[in-house]
């Protein structure tokens, strides 16, 4: 199973950041916590998953690959999570870790571009 093509998702759901900006209209700084939160954790979580895939750690890797695709869900990072879901399934069934091998370069594109994009809703 290789990691779903992303090239037609969109990098931000605008609709999404729209809803989690408006959750808390009285205190506008909620998506910009959590922006820096998904920004600073985005890097630690690439490390523990280029470790757990060089240590072949299949329970390891589908927990840091499974907060990758929790966070990315709430912060509306369509293509970052599309490629998390994509690794749990690879995580969760018998096949070669290798089909994610290309997984945290990936994702680190994706962090980057997503974090530029959303840029654009901090106030």
Do not use: W
Request: with cysteine; hydrophobic share 40%; proline share 5%.
């Amino acid at each position: 199973m290789p990691l779903p093509d992303i090239s037609k998702l969109t990098p931000l759901d605008v609709e999404r950041v729209t809803e989690l900006r408006e959750q808390a209209p009285q205190d506008s700084s909620l998506f910009v916590r959590l922006y820096a939160l998904f920004q600073d954790e985005g890097p630690v979580l690439i490390k523990d998953i280029v470790e757990n895939l060089q240590a072949e750690d299949r329970s390891a890797l589908h927990d840091a690959v499974h907060k990758v695709k929790g966070s990315s869900a709430a912060m509306g990072a369509s293509r970052i999570y599309a490629l998390a879901s994509g690794a749990v399934e690879v995580c969760r069934s018998d096949e070669d870790l290798a089909e994610l091998r290309e997984l945290p370069a990936l994702l680190e594109i994706e962090y980057a571009r997503y974090c530029a994009d959303a840029k654009r809703f901090l106030d």
